[in-house]
């Protein structure tokens, strides 16, 4: 199975995702986590994403895109994967639906998951109290939900307009929200 996550920063999608990895045997690739890894890692590529990440702004299309490339070239992608925070805006997605028909991988489905945005400034704001994460001040915060609404947001309507798009109601307790968003794979 070959999954496109999609759903604000803070729509629970990270956590779906690690639940699917469970339940299917299939990898996250996480293009947050790619780019913090190379942040950590203090490669060049990672001191110049840092700044741009804790401002809110998306990383520039080609460097993602690179880091998703490499990834995808991993062997343990062969049975499927679950994109997580990929694609980000239409230009990535409609870069990816190449690169995946070149691997001979392409998405079998999109899944957004719903949750409206003051719930969703919410949670992320609780988030940042327990994660400390440093793109998660109320400035960012609300920087990356502008983000989220004018380059993000399309992105959904970009695999509707496609016929791949399956929503769920993403408000609710992680399990009741994990069976619905498996009643949808599976259906
Ligand atoms: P996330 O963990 O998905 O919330 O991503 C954290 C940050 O990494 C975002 O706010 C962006 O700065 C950057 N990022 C993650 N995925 C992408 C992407 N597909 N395109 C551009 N920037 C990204």
Redesign the pocket.
Known sequence: MRLVLLGA?GSGK?TQAKLLVDKYGIPQI????L??AAVAAKTELGLQVKA??DS????S?DL?LGLLKERLAQADTKDGFIL??????LA?AEALTPLLDELGQPADLALLINVDEDEILQRILARAKVEGRS?DNEDVVRK?MGIYREQTKPVAAFYAARGELKSVDGIGSIESIFQRVTDQIES
Do not use: A, E, I, K
């Not at 996480?30 to 986590?33: A, E, I, L, P, R």
């Not at 809110?56 to 990383?59: F, R, T």
């Not at 997580?84 to 805006?89: K, T």
């Open positions: 920063p990270g996480s293009t947050g986590d780019l913090r741009v990440m809110g702004d998306l990383v299309d993602v997580d925070g990929f694609p980000r805006n990535q793109d990356r």
